[in-house]
């Protein structure tokens, strides 16, 4: 497949992916009503711990980057794809046997609910997604999450009517997200061989996969743990109103991050040749970006949420706003953490000081939860999370202070904040003397642009610039030299190739020369188009990307395919 058809085909699923919640969630919120989502959210939250350590991460990292190592030899990537299978299926079964015992003491009133929730515990069992990520043949995951989404969301609205049919809601989601992993087994054949699989090679897999799911447990823990807890301790509207904020804050902080997994790659091949200087500098600079997008849309949206949620969400849901209005600002510590623990900490070889960050904000989240929750209902699940992600970024910063220098993630930090400030006073303005519409939500966003560029424009913002004049730092990897270079290798450029949905084009270029993502696009030879702007010549460069198969799992962890 051609870079063009690549760069539209992804770009289509990424805007399908930050749409679709905007096209859904009115309709299940008007049709189910706070309580109906409230125990989808709750029922989901109780099984995707059993779906946590029945997989032990071999969905995401660990099997990705065990066929990666191999892709190349049809033998050992088939012997490693039947160990990680039946390595999976023992604790698979395991968890759910474990779950079929615990549903003896869950309430009874939902118990048919999650008998049809836990047809997601047999889906991760037969994803063989992580497959194909590590041998990079993308094109097959994104055509089935593209169909089953879309096919997901016809049913939604043909199936579900009203509150009686939360069953076939939840149905639905379980089902298209089985059958869409059962669809990937029909490529198998052509990528693998039937090998008897090792009972003492599954063993070191165990040791291995622990190794590197431990740090995943903190992070998944409170990320679900706080619904949970909303339901525990409070009742399962609660959980319906505090799930909706965090869908809505969810999928605005997917544009925030995506630029985040794939600086992964640059920084660790910087770090990896030695040149530690130069990974620093693009750490500054990606952290300025994150905090140019972040501060804005953190306080864009806390600013249009009174006009915005009513009409959304329809009557009844105002607590919504104010749960946004509280937990919003986790966009801005996410985008942070995301640097520098994603761009920096990983790359640097401190992992274990990453883990610490996760299990300390687990630590603070689950305290914070037992005693504000069952006082503050999913207000207090809102704190929660919030003291949560802060935790994380402020642990991080402590951690990485001695290895950055802190000031400098800072230097503009006053411009972003000032110019979104005087944004939100626009926005606001405008909501006083126009009523609840999308009309006034449209008028809102963009008066909200205008002024924000415009004022960064006036106080002369470098990243604002950059940004216009479509300077962004890309990404290429592995043991090539940058883009532009010579065959001495001495010469330095910069490559424009953004994630999308981030995907900045080039300017007067045809379609062909647009910049594909470096990750999603499997184009042949791994080739990722770019932009030599060394010396400001619009040149199309191509670069292999040998550590593709490490960000793999963080970007398409936005691209969940199960939920219209």
């Given at each position: 497949?051609?870079?063009?058809?690549?760069?539209i085909?992804?770009l289509?699923y990424?805007l399908?992916?930050?749409?679709?919640?905007f096209?859904?969630?009115?309709?299940?919120?008007?049709?189910?009503g706070?309580?109906g989502?409230g125990?989808?959210?709750?029922?989901d939250?109780i099984?995707?711990?059993?779906?946590?350590?029945?997989?032990?991460?071999i969905?995401?990292l660990?099997?990705?980057?065990t066929?990666?190592y191999?892709?190349?030899?049809i033998?050992?990537?088939s012997?490693?794809?039947?160990e990680?299978?039946l390595?999976?299926?023992?604790i698979?079964?395991?968890?759910?046997?474990?779950?079929?015992?615990?549903?003896?003491y869950?309430?009874?009133?939902?118990?048919i609910?999650?008998?049809i929730?836990?047809?997601n515990?047999?889906?991760?069992?037969?994803?063989?997604s992580?497959?194909?990520?590590?041998?990079e043949?993308?094109?097959k995951?994104?055509?089935?999450?593209i169909?089953v989404k879309?096919?997901?969301i016809?049913l939604?609205?043909?199936?579900v009517?009203?509150?009686?049919?939360?069953?076939?809601?939840?149905s639905i989601l379980?089902l298209?997200n089985l059958?869409?992993?059962?669809?990937?087994w029909l490529?198998?054949p052509?990528h693998?061989?039937i090998?008897?699989?090792?009972?003492e090679?599954?063993k070191?897999?165990?040791v291995?996969?622990?190794s590197?799911?431990?740090?995943?447990?903190?992070?998944?823990?409170y990320?679900?743990?706080?619904?949970?807890?909303v339901?525990?301790?409070?009742?399962q509207?609660?959980?319906g109103?505090?799930?909706?904020?965090?869908?809505?804050?969810r999928v605005?902080?997917?544009?925030?991050t995506?630029?985040?997994?794939?600086?992964?790659?640059?920084?660790?091949?910087?770090?990896?040749k030695?040149?530690?200087?130069?990974?620093?500098?693009y750490?500054?600079?990606?952290f300025?970006f994150a905090?140019y997008?972040a501060i804005?849309?953190?306080?864009?949206l806390i600013g249009?949420?009174?006009?915005?949620i009513?009409?959304?969400?329809?009557?009844?849901?105002?607590?919504?706003?104010?749960?946004?209005i509280?937990?919003?600002?986790?966009?801005v510590?996410?985008?942070w953490s995301?640097?520098i623990?994603?761009?920096?900490?990983i790359?640097?070889g401190?992992?274990?000081?990453l883990?610490?960050s996760?299990?300390?904000?687990?630590?603070?989240?689950?305290?914070v939860?037992f005693?504000?929750i069952p006082?503050?209902?999913?207000?207090?699940?809102?704190?929660?999370?919030?003291?949560a992600?802060?935790?994380v970024?402020?642990t991080?910063?402590?951690?990485?202070?001695?290895y950055i220098?802190l000031?400098?993630?800072?230097?503009?930090?006053?411009?972003?904040?000032?110019?979104?400030i005087?944004?939100?006073?626009?926005?606001?303005?405008?909501?006083?003397?126009m009523?609840?519409?999308?009309?006034t939500?449209?008028i809102?966003?963009?008066a909200a642009?205008?002024?924000?560029v415009?004022?960064l424009?006036l106080?002369?913002?470098e990243t604002?610039?950059?940004?216009i004049?479509?300077e962004?730092?890309?990404i290429?990897?592995?043991?090539?030299?940058?883009?532009?270079?010579?065959?001495n290798?001495?010469?330095?450029?910069?490559?424009?190739?953004?994630?999308?949905?981030l995907?900045?084009a080039?300017?007067?270029?045809p379609?062909?020369?647009q910049?594909?993502?470096?990750?999603?696009c499997?184009?042949?030879?791994?080739?990722c188009c770019?932009v030599d702007?060394?010396?400001?010549?619009k040149?199309?460069?191509?670069?292999?990307?040998?550590?593709?198969a490490?960000?793999?799992?963080?970007v398409l962890?936005?691209?969940?395919?199960n939920?219209?």
């Amino acid at each position: 497949m051609s870079i063009s058809k690549n760069y539209i085909y992804n770009l289509l699923y990424q805007l399908l992916v930050i749409i679709t919640p905007f096209i859904t969630t009115p309709y299940i919120a008007r049709v189910l009503g706070s309580e109906g989502i409230g125990i989808s959210a709750f029922t989901d939250s109780i099984v995707q711990y059993f779906i946590l350590f029945g997989t032990l991460g071999i969905n995401n990292l660990y099997g990705i980057r065990t066929i990666a190592y191999v892709k190349d030899d049809i033998n050992k990537r088939s012997k490693a794809f039947w160990e990680l299978m039946l390595f999976k299926f023992i604790i698979i079964a395991f968890s759910l046997l474990i779950f079929s015992l615990s549903l003896l003491y869950f309430e009874p009133k939902y118990r048919i609910i999650f008998w049809i929730q836990s047809i997601n515990i047999l889906a991760a069992l037969f994803d063989v997604s992580w497959f194909f990520m590590g041998i990079e043949e993308l094109k097959k995951i994104v055509t089935r999450n593209i169909f089953v989404k879309i096919v997901g969301i016809i049913l939604l609205f043909i199936l579900v009517k009203d509150s009686n049919d939360l069953w076939i809601f939840i149905s639905i989601l379980v089902l298209s997200n089985l059958i869409g992993n059962l669809s990937l087994w029909l490529y198998l054949p052509k990528h693998i061989k039937i090998i008897k699989p090792s009972i003492e090679e599954i063993k070191k897999h165990l040791v291995l996969a622990i190794s590197l799911f431990i740090p995943q447990i903190a992070t998944q823990i409170y990320v679900i743990l706080d619904k949970t807890m909303v339901g525990v301790f409070a009742n399962q509207s609660e959980v319906g109103f505090y799930d909706l904020s965090q869908r809505i804050i969810r999928v605005v902080l997917t544009i925030v991050t995506s630029t985040s997994f794939v600086m992964l790659p640059k920084v660790s091949h910087l770090i990896a040749k030695g040149d530690i200087d130069k990974a620093k500098e693009y750490v500054y600079k990606s952290f300025c970006f994150a905090s140019y997008l972040a501060i804005p849309i953190t306080i864009g949206l806390i600013g249009i949420s009174f006009e915005f949620i009513p009409w959304f969400l329809g009557k009844n849901f105002d607590k919504v706003i104010y749960l946004i209005i509280i937990s919003a600002p986790i966009i801005v510590a996410i985008a942070w953490s995301n640097v520098i623990g994603i761009q920096f900490m990983i790359p640097s070889g401190i992992e274990k000081l990453l883990t610490i960050s996760y299990f300390i904000a687990a630590f603070t989240n689950i305290s914070v939860n037992f005693l504000l929750i069952p006082k503050y209902l999913s207000f207090g699940g809102a704190i929660g999370i919030l003291m949560a992600e802060f935790i994380v970024i402020i642990t991080q910063f402590y951690l990485v202070r001695n290895y950055i220098q802190l000031n400098k993630l800072f230097y503009e930090f006053w411009k972003y904040l000032f110019a979104s400030i005087l944004m939100f006073t626009v926005i606001r303005i405008i909501g006083f003397y126009m009523n609840v519409s999308i009309l006034t939500t449209i008028i809102q966003v963009i008066a909200a642009d205008i002024v924000y560029v415009g004022i960064l424009i006036l106080i002369k913002s470098e990243t604002n610039k950059m940004v216009i004049n479509l300077e962004i730092i890309a990404i290429h990897g592995g043991k090539y030299p940058p883009a532009g270079t010579g065959r001495n290798r001495t010469e330095r450029s910069k490559t424009c190739c953004i994630s999308s949905p981030l995907l900045l084009a080039k300017k007067d270029a045809p379609l062909t020369e647009q910049p594909a993502h470096p990750v999603l696009c499997g184009a042949a030879g791994n080739a990722c188009c770019g932009v030599d702007i060394s010396d400001r010549k619009k040149t199309l460069v191509k670069r292999d990307l040998p550590h593709q198969a490490q960000v793999l799992a963080p970007v398409l962890k936005h691209a969940r395919h199960n939920d219209p």
